[in-house]
């Protein structure tokens, strides 16, 4: 059959359904399949729209229902739920004036000064009297720096002041005119105004900064005892303890504070730093992350992040994180210190030098520092700057084996041989008085001006003790305490003096002073070393044991503790200790290596002990101590051939040695 039509006819399609389709398509008559399919969708769409708008949305803000749950949240010390619901007040009436008020008030809590200011703004729109809103702008401006503002703010201060307006304008001033100015103002707002609870914390935490630790005490106990549910005073309260106290002291009071409000910044930050001093990295490394949530970008808790990857030996993660901080904190000494840490572990002690270069130009009698500028400038080659570095250490009687080791490597050959033999004796006399690096005239001259601020009548004293007049050094001092009482500094300063003119009995009565007040490391350390100077082992063993339950990681009190177990023959206890030195401070310590041989060979473990005694002696062959160390860890081990040279040696590089000699007269 042909498939052929006649002339003209269309040619048949082999797809006669599919034509059909099209046309269908054509007219606008869909399948009734696929209208059905398609309403049947349409309905989905609308009801489950309908379901998210019924289960997400949120229902309309009450103003005043909000505005009371943020004046409860406040009374109760919760400032960032308190500020939350200010916020959803302001945002459902923005014409209140209250809600705005409020909004300012808890913004200032928060650090926020442009968002009270804005507040204020609104607030001065909606009614608000100006007189009312004065206190919290000169407070918002202060906060952003904006002290011009701040001051043409106080400026329209009525005469009679509340106690916010007289807080604020003592903020004011004191930003132009010093932290004594803002001492005094302070003392005045709390003598009209004795429940004003900011005004107490206010001057506790100026006290604190200057170095009064009674009257911060007195201060801080005040505000907490005003407002027990306020994190500013528990916060305050919490770091006065610490100072006085110690690390376990303090962390109730932080933990108090967070209770109230489990994102305040300043609690977080301070608490995240005392419990990485006090080995507890991952809590501090939780703390920190809740800073950053409270406050993103927070420079301090990137600082305390890069302290704790610094100590587990991350050395690379903890300076990516320090580059978070963005140099915020670089004027900070512990910043700067860190940051030539890690460069220096790095393997970049270029870039160690030019930091720690700034660390010592910051503070020049710090003696760490220099060692660790020395160390850096002798990996660059450059000796004769790490010889001037180190000048200031070594003109003193009691300047450290470490430091010497480094001016031997450093030294022409014509002063090495001097610098060896004081290595080999390993003896380490009296400590003195550091000279200051300025004239006693510039330095009268401004402990004259600020005769209540010890920082500088302790130049003055320094200078004065360092040219031999001590008279003039212990009258100053006097004065001193007389001036700031509740100073721990000046109760030292007086201490030191009376030591270094040859009356260490009489520098027991400030130093105790001293520790009542701030029980840190160099009060502690001058303490004990009093108490066991007039033969109060008792009681220097009581110092030491209390200082060490609140500060457990601290490394000159672990190291004074093991001596003395060593002293005791206590050496099991001993070894535990010093074994837990070694993991934290590294195998390259010898004065530690020397101790632990002694230790081991104590216990009758002779085979560690010589370990530990060949590492020493490596590290130090001309040091007496190492020598005679690796002598008792040979006798230990039974190799009393090899003891015996090492005695000897010992007593030939320090001769008439009572403790030498009398492990060789044992062999």
Do not use: C
């Not at 008559?29 to 019924?54: D, E, W, Y």
């Not at 949240?73 to 705005?100: F, I, K, M, T, V």
């Not at 000796?383 to 084996?401: E, N, Y």
């Amino acid at each position: 059959m042909s498939d052929a039509a006649g002339p003209g006819a269309p040619a048949a399609s082999p797809y006669p359904m599919l034509r059909r389709k099209r046309r269908l398509w054509r007219r606008g008559r869909l399948p009734l399949r696929v209208r059905l399919v398609a309403v049947l969708a349409a309905i989905a769409l609308a009801v489950g729209a309908l379901l998210v708008q019924l289960f997400t949305a949120k229902p309309p803000v009450d103003p005043v229902l909000a505005l009371r749950k943020a004046s409860v949240a406040l009374e109760a010390g919760n400032y960032h739920a308190a500020h939350d619901q200010a916020l959803q007040a302001a945002a459902a009436a923005p014409r209140s004036g209250p809600a705005q008020m409020m909004l300012a008030r808890t913004s200032l809590l928060l650090g926020q000064g442009v968002t009270a200011e804005a507040a204020l703004d609104r607030a001065l729109a909606d009614g608000v009297p100006e007189v009312e809103t004065l206190a919290a702008r000169a407070e918002a401006r202060w906060s952003l720096g904006n002290l011009a503002g701040a001051q043409e703010v106080v400026d329209r201060m009525p005469a009679q002041q509340d106690a916010a307006m007289m807080r604020a304008a003592a903020q004011v001033r004191a930003a132009r005119a010093g932290g004594a100015t803002l001492r005094r103002m302070l003392q005045a707002v709390v003598a009209r105004f004795p429940n004003d609870v900011r005004s107490w914390t206010d001057l506790g935490r100026s006290r604190f900064g200057a170095g009064d630790m009674l009257g911060a005490s007195e201060a801080a106990a005040r505000a907490a005892a005003l407002a027990p549910a306020d994190p500013a005073a528990l916060t305050l309260q919490a770091e006065v303890v610490r100072a006085r106290y110690g690390l376990a002291a303090s962390l109730p009071w932080f933990e108090a504070a967070l209770r109230r409000d489990a994102y305040y910044h300043p609690a977080l930050i301070r608490y995240a730093a005392t419990l990485g001093d006090s080995g507890r990295s991952s809590d501090a490394l939780a703390a920190t992350r809740r800073a950053l949530v409270s406050e993103p970008g927070s420079p301090e808790a990137f600082y305390l992040q890069a302290v704790i990857a610094a100590r587990a030996g991350r050395f690379a993660l903890a300076e990516g994180v320090l580059e978070q901080t963005r140099g915020a904190l670089s004027y900070r000494p512990a910043v700067v210190l860190l940051n030539g840490l890690l460069a220096y572990a790095q393997g970049r002690p270029q870039r160690a030098v030019r930091v720690w270069g700034r660390l010592v130009a910051m503070q020049p009698m710090n003696v760490a520092a220099r060692r660790l500028l020395a160390a850096a400038q002798i990996a660059t080659g450059d000796r004769p700057a790490a010889l001037a570095t180190l000048r200031p250490i070594l003109s003193r009687a009691d300047a450290d084996g470490y430091a010497l080791r480094l001016a031997a490597f450093a030294a022409p050959a014509g002063e090495v041989a001097g610098l060896v033999d004081r290595i080999a004796q390993a003896h380490v006399g009296e400590a003195a008085i550091f000279r200051p690096d300025r004239p006693l005239g510039d330095l009268t001259i401004a402990a004259e001006t600020s005769p209540t601020d010890p920082t500088y009548a302790l130049g003055v004293i320094r200078a004065l003790a360092s040219q031999g007049d001590r008279a003039g050094a212990l009258a100053k001092a006097q004065a001193l305490v007389r001036a700031t009482p509740g100073a721990p500094a000046a109760l030292l300063a007086y201490g030191d003096v009376l030591a270094t003119i040859g009356r260490p009995a009489e520098a027991l009565g400030p130093y105790a002073r001293a520790a009542d007040l701030t029980f840190d490391e160099p009060t502690m350390l001058r303490l004990v070393d009093g108490y066991g100077r007039a033969g109060r082992a008792r009681d220097a063993a009581v110092a030491l044991g209390l200082y060490l339950s609140q500060n457990p990681q601290s490394v000159p009190a672990r190291r004074l503790l093991a001596r003395w177990q060593l002293a005791a023959g206590e050496w099991d206890a001993a070894i535990e200790t010093l074994e837990g030195l070694r993991m934290q401070l590294g195998p390259d310590d010898v004065a530690l290596l020397h101790d632990l041989a002694l230790a081991y060979a104590g216990a009758g473990d002779g085979l560690v002990a010589r370990r530990y005694g060949a590492v020493a002696y490596g590290l130090a062959p001309m040091n007496a101590a190492a020598a005679d160390a690796y002598g008792v860890a040979l006798a230990a081990a039974g190799e009393s051939d090899g003891a015996r040279q090492l005695f000897d040696k010992a007593l030939a590089l320090a001769p008439g040695n009572p403790v030498i000699a009398g492990h060789r007269a044992a062999l």
